[in-house]
T-cell receptor, first 114, second 113 residues
Framework: AQSVTQPDIHITVSEGASLELRCNYS??????LFWYVQSPGQGLQLLLK??????LVQGIKGFEAEFKRSQSSFNLRKPSVHWSDAAEYFC????????????FGRGTSLIVHP | NAGVMQNPRHLVRRRGQEARLRCSPM?????VYWYRQLPEEGLKFMVY????????ESGMPKERFSAEFPKEGPSILRIQQVVRGDSAAYFC???????????FGPGTRLLVL
């Protein structure tokens, strides 16, 4: 069975600074990988996803993520954070080839200082 | 194309009452998933349904919880005789036939007094 680890419960950055949120997964083959963002009181919005191909994936709102097979990681990055990026970020993994229920990490809460 | 719709957005119930949560998937999606989120926790899968069928209910509590997705109308998550521990945010997601990506609704926040 697959698993996801988001080692950082909280991350604090200053507005305008760069951001990297970590995600590590455990799965025997190459999984499908996702990042979702959840603003307070809202549902989850898909930021980006990786299925295959180019390991650097571009998403919405200026986010990108890089799949590194050797490290079993799919870290989310943004070069310059805006105050509106303050939210909860969830990494999710879906086993390729037949599974339909993704496994979600516990989430990383992003705090943005002015 | 409207996204996944959930209602109500907030629901308050007293212990012992019933809670009904509704979810309308995105247009063209026939797969619906229900998740529960407790404070400061990730999403926990509850049940996966297709039209008129429960495909996987491995995450559903054995008692008091049920779900359906009728041929017509929204999917319903029903919680009978609610207890305080049922207080949580309940999210519905839908996916197209390839099931590769799930799209989430805004959630229903259930508070049991």
């Amino acid at each position: 069975a697959q698993s996801v680890t988001q080692p950082d419960i909280h991350i604090t950055v200053s507005e305008g600074a760069s951001l990297e949120l970590r995600c590590n997964y455990s799965y025997g083959a190459t999984p499908y990988l996702f990042w979702y963002v959840q603003s307070p009181g809202q549902g989850l919005q898909l930021l980006l996803k990786y299925f295959s191909g180019d390991t650097l994936v571009q998403g919405i709102k200026g986010f990108e993520a890089e799949f590194k097979r050797s490290q079993s990681s799919f870290n989310l990055r943004k070069p310059s954070v805006h105050w509106s990026d303050a939210a909860e970020y969830f990494c999710a993994v879906l086993a390729s080839g037949g599974s339909y229920i993704p496994t979600f990490g516990r989430g990383t809460s992003l705090i943005v200082h002015p | 194309n409207a996204g996944v719709m959930q209602n109500p957005r907030h629901l308050v119930r007293r212990r012992g009452q019933e809670a009904r949560l509704r979810c309308s998937p995105m247009k063209g999606h026939s797969h619906v998933y229900w998740y529960r989120q407790l404070p400061e926790e990730g999403l926990k899968f509850m049940v996966y349904l297709q039209k008129e069928n429960i495909i996987d209910e491995s995450g559903m509590p054995k008692e008091r919880f049920s779900a359906e997705f009728p041929k017509e109308g929204p999917s319903i998550l029903r919680i009978q005789q609610v207890v305080r521990g049922d207080s949580a945010a309940y999210f519905c997601a839908s996916s197209p036939d390839n099931q590769e990506t799930q799209y989430f609704g805004p959630g229903t926040r259930l508070l049991v007094l």
